[in-house]
């Protein structure tokens, strides 16, 4: 379920808010999911129990710092949304699985 939001929140903030380049706007905010790179630099890569907020380097309070300064200007709106709803999400998985939300 947690990977299927990282898909659908984007696409219904696109539809709802970038109506006229929905599908364009979808696309940007999916290289949100890029910042997963971080998670190969881990031992081990995937860890069901390990909450990725405050542990992985591009989930950490300085990234997220400069994913919201992104939202400030137009042209790096849509990756800042999408880098900023990955994080919340990645929170919101920490807090039903470990109880936490922060690392």
């Given at each position: 379920?947690?990977?299927?939001?990282?898909?659908?929140?984007?696409?219904?903030i696109?539809?709802l808010?970038?109506?006229?380049?929905?599908?364009?706007?979808?696309?940007i905010?999916?290289?949100g999911?890029?910042?997963?790179?971080?998670?190969?630099?881990?031992?081990?890569?995937?860890?069901?129990?390990?909450?990725?907020?405050?542990?992985?380097p591009?989930?950490?309070v300085?990234p997220?710092?400069?994913?919201?300064?992104?939202?400030?200007?137009?042209?790096?709106?849509?990756?800042?949304?999408?880098?900023?709803?990955?994080?919340?999400?990645?929170?919101?998985?920490?807090?039903?699985?470990?109880?936490?939300?922060?690392?």
């Amino acid at each position: 379920m947690h990977l299927t939001l990282h898909f659908i929140v984007p696409l219904s903030i696109a539809v709802l808010f970038y109506r006229p380049a929905s599908g364009i706007s979808f696309a940007i905010m999916l290289t949100g999911l890029m910042i997963d790179v971080d998670h190969l630099w881990a031992n081990p890569v995937y860890d069901p129990n390990r909450c990725s907020i405050g542990f992985h380097p591009l989930h950490t309070v300085l990234p997220v710092t400069l994913y919201c300064l992104a939202l400030i200007h137009q042209k790096t709106r849509l990756l800042g949304i999408g880098l900023l709803v990955h994080v919340v999400l990645d929170s919101l998985d920490c807090q039903l699985v470990n109880g936490i939300w922060w690392y």
